[in-house]
């Protein structure tokens, strides 16, 4: 009849769940480390907004003149602050973003100087916080400043 040069019915089967197990193997390794990193960055975005609410700023001596917008910052909560960012609204509907990465501490101040490109409508000051790597802008803690003086 024919001549059957094959492999045997047993080592077909041995050879298809060894290829299921290694196949299984590498899947839930994949989907175990995909859902760890998930799992870190859902962690790591609520350690930051908890964060949030124990930082504070305090913005006084806001002004301008033509081509610097000037104001000090203190930190008036209980956590560090990474850094300060600004948004700035320019009167043809215009904005821009600004980030200092200044480091302040509890109780800390510090005097900032920002440039600006044209006349301003208002801008808005928040604090940073996190680690060196991750910086976020909390923005439960947004401040508005329309109507900026210009500085005597």
Not at 95 to 118: C, G
Not at 121 to 148: E, Q
């Amino acid at each position: 009849m024919y001549n059957k040069k094959g492999v045997s019915p047993y080592i077909a089967y041995i050879l298809l769940i060894a290829m299921s197990i290694s196949i299984a193997t590498f899947g839930i390794r994949y989907i175990t480390n995909y859902s760890m990193q998930k799992a870190d960055d859902v962690q790591n975005i609520v350690v930051n907004y908890l964060n949030c609410d124990d930082t504070d700023i305090k913005i006084t001596n806001i002004c301008q003149d033509e081509s610097f917008i000037y104001f000090t910052a203190e930190n008036s909560g209980y956590s560090d602050i990474k850094g300060i960012f600004v948004n700035i609204y320019y009167i043809d509907s215009k904005t821009s973003n600004y980030i200092e990465r200044t480091m302040l501490l509890p109780m800390e101040k510090w005097n900032y100087k920002v440039l600006k490109l044209d006349m301003i409508s208002g801008l808005d000051i928040s604090p940073m916080i996190g680690n060196i790597n991750n910086k976020n802008v909390c923005s439960n803690r947004i401040y508005k400043f329309n109507d900026i003086m210009y500085c005597k």
